[in-house]
């Protein structure tokens, strides 16, 4: 599937690349169709993630949480490639001083995209290394090409993932899993990236967006408030001990009896069953 049409982005116009006419520094932008925004990376040819790549990412990321007419959010780098990684040049050319001024504001766009309170799909093509696929485990669910490629490379730089690889990557594989691809910095196919639970679905590379888009797209009419409330009660809670991390999800789902999606869909229940209620998101 192409690219999706673009209803809401930066700039007045688009050339035939995809870019905005009267924006050539703009490296990500959001577009909105239907409830889902999709969330899209280009600077050729590999989508290295440098410094005003990343501002841009936050930027865009806080912007996706925000709004009310964006109901789920797709990362997509384009048919290619999803992010090769950061920009190695840019980074050569840095001091420690440096880096530690932009090391702060590097994770802050990470989390950004990893804090939209929504539910947030990764459409993977080609490569995703290095910050590629630290960007990748910021999502709820990730989608890869069959062709696909992923990793954390950066120990092969004489440094560590500097994005929340370190932390996110354990999380989601485990300590073992996480530190063995770390440590060597290879590089894993499609199917070993679903086996280690990397990835949660494989499709041909041409399926790669339609899929993410189908998967966002479940959650358009759904309530909006509980979605993300979910969503907070996991994120925060595993990283709690268990008696906190209740208490999380009880402040969650008590201040979810003060919303009218939670009226609607009991009401639903109790009128018509399960499955049938029709969510206003508030």
């Not at 504001?105 to 490569?127: H, M, R, S």
């Not at 073992?176 to 910095?185: P, Q």
């Amino acid at each position: 599937m192409a690219a999706p049409a673009a209803h809401t982005r930066y700039g007045d116009r688009m050339d035939a690349s995809g870019k905005d006419e009267g924006s050539a520094s703009r490296t990500v932008w959001l577009e909105v169709a239907d409830g889902v925004g999709t969330i899209r990376l280009h600077r050729p040819p590999v989508n290295a993630l440098d410094s005003a790549m990343q501002d841009q990412l936050r930027a865009v990321a806080e912007e996706a949480a925000r709004r009310d007419d964006v109901r789920a959010v797709v990362l997509y780098g384009g048919p290619r490639v999803f992010a090769a990684g950061a920009d190695v040049r840019e980074m050569a050319a840095m001091t420690r001083e440096e880096m530690a001024e932009r090391a702060g504001p590097l994770q802050a766009a990470f989390d950004a995209v990893a804090e939209i309170p929504k539910p947030v799909v990764a459409a993977i093509t080609g490569y995703a290394l290095g910050g590629g696929c630290e960007l990748a485990l910021t999502a709820d669910h990730r989608i890869c090409a069959d062709d696909a490629r992923l990793g954390q490379p950066e120990i092969l730089l004489g440094l560590i993932p500097g994005a929340g690889g370190t932390q996110r990557l354990p999380r989601l594989i485990g300590v073992a899993r996480a530190k063995e691809l770390i440590y060597t910095g290879r590089m894993v196919d499609a199917a070993e990236a679903l086996r280690l639970g990397l990835v949660d679905e494989v499709v041909p590379a041409a399926e790669v967006y339609a899929a993410a888009q189908a998967w966002a797209e479940r959650f358009v009419g759904g309530p909006a408030r509980a979605l993300a409330a979910a969503k907070r009660a996991i994120d925060r809670g595993t990283e709690l001990p268990l008696p906190e991390a209740l208490g999380v999800e009880r402040e969650e789902f008590v201040a979810l009896f003060g919303t009218e999606d939670r009226e609607i869909g009991m009401r639903s229940f109790l009128e018509s069953g399960p499955g049938k209620a029709r969510f206003v998101g508030r």
